[in-house]
């Protein structure tokens, strides 16, 4: 299948189809088919000012397809992905419906703020019957009273049982003006012990000055929008679970964490790419307060 020029979807009304959409190029890197000529021609030019986009978006998704089998298997129905995008190409609800039996249900809240993703998340979930488990609230990730409290949150969410909260590659669109911790802390105060966090975040390779400036080049592109991106080291990452119980095996890079691949004899431009993220999964202990 070829980048996508033959195959754009209708559509959803009143969408600017002038104007690339991040959630589309991010759905165009992990080979979807919800992103128009616009959004491709964005994608090759960041692809062509840092290679590794694609190998690092699809490396993410995959982080996030089995941390949410992992929930499933340990007995886990209830997601909240923030920053959700467009859901496709191994969407959360995606990955409920392929792992579940048919005779079990978990539910499912993405949130995302941009309009051009709220529109084709309630498009695809419409189209695809899923709106009675899932939904989409247009709300931003920095809002977390906002989110939990809004009514599709509400109908799908029983906070008395175990919730996995998906933070993606979403926080490192929050500076440090928007206090990272204190985001996470205002969603997992709000959920009961048992609930997961799993979260994944950019970073600048510290023993590698060639691959720090690459990336340093592909955030700066982002600096005069209004999804700067920051990136941040490992340790601040890893401190973001303090209180937590972290799952094996701990804040890793994406392909290490419970890979279903031979993660030993990765081919070249996927080990390449590997130094660009750290991920980690939690969870939430019995003892855990709200200050944690």
């Known amino acids: 299948m070829t980048d ?141 009273k906002a989110i939990l409290d809004d009514p599709e949150t509400q109908r799908l969410i029983d906070f008395d049982q175990p919730v996995c909260l998906l933070m993606i590659a979403v926080l490192h669109f929050a500076g440090p003006d928007d206090r990272p911790l204190d985001i996470i802390r205002g969603y997992l105060d709000r959920l009961c012990a048992g609930s997961w966090l799993a979260l994944s975040h950019m970073t600048v390779p510290e023993d590698d000055p060639e691959a720090a400036a690459g990336v340093l080049r592909f955030a700066e592109q982002y600096k005069s929008t209004a999804n700067p991106v920051w990136l941040r080291p490992r340790d601040e990452i890893a401190s973001w679970f303090d ?22 004899n990765l081919p070249p431009r996927d080990l390449a790419a590997k130094p660009f993220a750290w991920c980690g999964v939690a969870e939430k202990p019995e003892s855990a307060d709200s200050g944690r």
């Open 4 to 144: 996508g020029e033959d195959r754009s979807p209708d559509a959803p009304p009143g969408v600017d189809l002038e104007k690339p959409s991040a959630a589309r190029i991010y759905d165009w890197y992990l080979g979807g088919n919800q992103n128009w000529a616009v959004d491709r021609e964005f994608g090759r030019k960041i692809e062509q000012l840092w290679p590794h986009a694609k190998h690092g978006s699809r490396h993410n998704r995959q982080f996030m397809n089995r941390a949410v089998r992992t929930a499933l298997d340990d007995g886990i129905r209830q997601f909240i992905d923030l920053g959700s995008g467009v859901p496709t190409v191994g969407n959360v609800h995606e990955v409920v419906r392929d792992h579940l039996p048919e005779s079990e249900q978990a539910s499912v809240v993405y949130v995302d703020f941009e309009a051009v993703a709220a529109a084709h998340a309630r498009l695809i979930l419409e189209r695809e019957g899923a709106t009675e488990w899932a939904a989409l609230v247009q709300q931003d990730m920095r809002q977390p």
């Open 243 to 264: 209180g937590l119980t972290l799952l094996e095996p701990g804040v890793t890079h994406l392909t290490d964490w419970r890979p279903d691949f031979d993660a030993d």
